[in-house]
Structure formats: C-alpha cells, structure tokens
C-alpha cells in the first residue's frame, strides 16, 4: 500500500515538457513517435488494441528497434481484453509479457523513445480513447523521469521491487502517490480544479474538503457513472454530496466522457496521471502520473512531426484551456462523439474532401475511398460510426454515397455541412464526367481505354476489400459479431435476400447483444 514516509518534495516538470489533449490530438502523435524512434520502444499499458498502433510497434520491431510491451493480464473484474494484441504481438516476434503479478492491476499508461522521451498519459491505447473520452498525455525528455520510468519498466519487466528516486516529478502507486497528491492539493491557496471520473479515498476527499474550508475556490468536473464499477458508485456520488456540503462546486462534464485523471492548483501547476481517486489506485495497483508546472513555451510535438493544423501550445495554455474547458460546459453533447469540441469543421474543408472522395474514385470502390477520408485521415467517425452510416444510407431511398454524404455532413455542421458535402461529391465530377463521356464514346474500343478502365475496376476492388479487413479487424472480435456477419454474408451474397428482411431479422439480435456492450465503461 501507499507508503507513509516523510514527504518527497516533487520538482515539476517545466521546460520542455509538450502535452497530448484527447480526443483533439488524436492517435496520429504516438504513431509519429513510434514511426521516429531510432533504437527502442518500450511500452507499459493498462489496455493495448488499437489496431494502428498494434501495427506500427510490429513495424518498429521489423526495422530491428528494441521493441518491448507490458501489458496488463485482465481488469479488476476478470475480463481479459489484451488477449487477442498479447497474441498478435507475440506471433509476430514482439517481446511482450504480461505485467508484474505483484500488483492487482497495473492501470499505468507510459511509453518509452530510444531512453530519451517518455510519455506519461491518462489514456489507453484503445480507440475510444483517441475519439470518446477527454484525456492528457505528457511528454518529457528531462533525464531524470525518463530514467525513472526506465527503472520501473525494468523492475516490472523482471518481477523485482522497484524503488521510486527521490526530488523527481513523478507519483508512483503503490509507494508515494496519495501522499504526494494529497501535498499537491495542500499547496491550493486560491483555486483547485479537478476532473477526475471516481472519488473513492478518504484521504484524498479530506485534502479536498479541507481546501475548500481555508477558502480555496474547489471546482469538481466529474462524469457521473460512466467508467465506475458497480460497487463505487454509491461511494462516489455520496463523495460528491460531502464534497457539496463543504462549498465545493461540483459539475458533470457533458459533451466527452470524463477519463482523465487532472488537479489543477492556482492556475500554474497541475498533477496528470493514470490514477483515480480511489483507494486501489493508490494501494494495491501499478500507476504513475507527473506533476507540471512553468511558464516557459513548450511544443506540443515538434514542427517536423506535429500533424498539419496541430496548435502550439504552453503549459500554462494547456492550464488555461483545460481550466476554461472544464468548467465553461454548455448542456449540449456534441453531433459526434469522435469530433474535437474546438471549432466547428470548416464547410470548404467538408466539400473539398467529398470531392476528393469523388475523384479518387473512379471504376468504384466508393464507400473504402469514404471509410479512408472519414475515418483514417479526417476522424469525424470511429469505424464503429461508419458502419453505422453506411447501414442506415443503404437502407434509405437514393444513392448510397450520396445518402452518405448528407449524414456526415449533418453531422458535422448540420444542413449546411449536408449542402457542402453533396456539392463536393457531385459537382467536380460531374464536369469530369461529362467530358469524360464525350471522349469515351469516341474511344470507347481503343484497347488501351478498356484496359484502364480493367485496371481501375480492380483498384476499386481491392479497396473495398482492404475496407472490409480492417473494419472487420476492428469490429469482429467475438463469436456473436462473426455470427452476425457471417448470417447477413450469406443471406444478401448467396441466397440473395433483399436488405430490408435481412435487416428485419439481424438488427433486432444485434442491437440486443451490442447494446450493453457499448455502455461498459473500462477504468
């Protein structure tokens, strides 16, 4: 459990420290890192499945890097949901182990570059959590912590006691962390700002409680009962109440769900880490979090490997922004769940990428070149929401691409992103087309016209297969999804019953077995 020796005093990481906000940021940064590394990766993670960065480990692994991932086993309630990465990974010669068996669980989030970067974040590398949920990342080059994080990784790695340094910036569970956390949090002497999913620990409710009395201005951003395990809930919601008894404001975030683990004090430090509020956190698991402080400029990601569009940003703008953020909510949840709640999708950028959706296009293979603009390159859905879409815009009346098009549209700017969205798909090509015709039924038997046409006819399907891999890699994980696919495979290509009965008879079972499963929450 926590230990309770002298306090440590924690030196915050400043200079040059760059952050990662979810889901703004998105995946495409920890890609970048891990495409970038020169020596070795190594990787400590609560849960492991997202599919890009499943293969870009495998791919740093093929280019010779030390590649190492630490994975943990199963959550506190038995589901193991690492065990189909843990066997991809080995399969492929990636040294991977499960986590150290010392502790329950090990809820850490980090990541190591070639001994020089380290990341310390709050989410997993599971893809709601670069889409659904608010979550921070930080990442550090200071040697200190990156030798610590090393040292631990190590420890763990081998089964040993790891022993954390002393004057560094970093909390670890099960040795310092409700300690240090409850010395950040006495350090409030005007604001406190918190934004954390789960208030489960005496102790930590006391710091809180007590900051509020010396006249501390607490403000409490929660996320009512998503990401909670049955049995702390009723301690968490009767927390929040004695919270409110002792004047401390108390929110819930509406428009994200709430994952992140983030105190803010006076404006100029804040406290990131994997670990909730709540006693197994800080006693019987594996965790790490970071404090952060200064008011020296910091890259969020170098220029060279920052994503166009990607902002720059500070720690005290990160501060400021998270600040805002966390309290400024509307009642309104946002059109979709994958955008970034900053500024709206420009309409030029909606209508030029259907165009480019259009023009990329030709011979078909429509909805793989959607899927890839949507999805992979834009995110204003998840695979899952795209699937969705394209069932809904095939059942309706019309042309599906067109249909496709008003949704996503819709979604993103409403009416007018609808207006955007069919005038990108429709109006370029269709100029293109028509002077295509008038040149095809002159040359319609050249040869060497039909045999581009053959060409881009299996360009066009090689895509739509590549599209159903990888959604089907991201979506067929279980025996009933397989059931499922492969009862419409069979009903609308080999039996050829129409979409509507097979849609009748399918949806019903599997809105059913996919509803509950949409709402479990990890920690």
Not at 503 to 518: D, K, T
Request: aromatic share 8%; with cysteine; net charge positive.
């Amino acid at each position: 459990m926590d230990r309770h020796s002298a306090q440590d005093p924690l030196h915050p990481l400043g200079d040059g420290t760059r952050v990662l906000v979810q889901p703004n940021d998105g995946v495409l940064p920890l890609l970048e890192l891990i495409g970038n590394a020169k020596r070795s990766v190594w990787i400590k993670q609560f849960t492991f499945t997202h599919p890009a960065l499943l293969d870009a480990v495998i791919a740093a692994h093929n280019a010779g890097h030390d590649v190492r991932v630490m994975m943990n086993p199963h959550r506190s309630s038995g589901d193991r949901a690492n065990d189909a990465a843990f066997s991809m990974l080995e399969a492929a010669g990636v040294k991977a182990q499960w986590s150290s068996p010392s502790f329950a669980v090990t809820h850490e989030k980090s990541m190591l570059i070639d001994d020089r970067l380290a990341m310390i974040a709050t989410f997993n590398f599971t893809e709601k959590y670069f889409t659904l949920t608010r979550d921070y990342g930080l990442l550090t080059e200071r040697p200190a912590e990156v030798a610590e994080i090393r040292t631990c990784f190590e420890a763990d790695w081998n089964r040993q006691v790891f022993h954390p340094a002393q004057g560094t910036a970093l909390l670890w569970s099960n040795r310092n962390s409700r300690r240090n956390m409850s010395a950040f949090i006495d350090t409030a002497r005007h604001s406190l700002d918190i934004q954390h999913p789960k208030f489960v620990d005496a102790t930590i409710l006391d710091r809180i409680a007590q900051a509020s009395r010396r006249g501390v201005n607490v403000r409490v951003l929660c996320g009512g009962k998503h990401g909670i395990s049955e049995w702390d809930v009723l301690d968490t919601f009767a927390s929040l109440r004695v919270m409110e008894q002792f004047g401390v404001k108390v929110r819930k975030q509406k428009d994200l769900r709430v994952h992140a683990k983030l105190l803010i004090v006076d404006g100029h430090s804040a406290l990131v880490g994997s670990m909730n509020i709540d006693r197994s956190a800080f006693d019987v698991r594996r965790e790490l979090g970071a404090v952060v402080a200064g008011k020296a400029a910091v890259h969020l990601l170098p220029a060279r490997s920052r994503p166009t569009g990607m902002p720059r940003i500070t720690t005290m703008r990160l501060i400021r922004c998270c600040r805002t953020r966390m309290w400024k909510m509307t009642s309104r949840t946002i059109q979709t769940s994958s955008m970034s709640e900053t500024a709206p999708v420009p309409l030029w950028r909606i209508a030029l990428s259907f165009n480019q959706i259009a023009l990329a296009s030709f011979g078909g293979g429509l909805s793989a070149w959607s899927r890839q603009m949507v999805v992979e390159q834009r995110r204003w859905m998840t695979d899952e929401e795209f699937l969705s879409a394209m069932t809904v815009c095939r059942v309706l009346p019309g042309a599906n691409q067109v249909n496709l098009a008003v949704f996503v549209g819709a979604r993103l700017r409403g009416i007018s992103g609808a207006i955007a969205a069919v005038t990108g798909l429709l109006t370029a090509p269709m100029v293109i087309v028509l002077g295509l015709g008038t040149f095809y039924f002159a040359h319609r038997h050249d040869p060497s016209v039909e045999a581009v046409l053959r060409g881009m006819t299996a360009v066009a399907v090689a895509l739509s297969l590549s599209m159903a891999y990888r959604t089907g890699r991201t979506c067929l994980r279980s025996p009933v999804a397989w059931a499922l696919f492969a009862g419409a495979l069979v009903a609308t290509a080999v039996l050829r019953v129409p979409l509507l009965i097979v849609l009748a008879v399918l949806a019903p079972p599997a809105m059913w077995w996919a509803w509950p499963r949409q709402r479990q929450a990890g920690p």
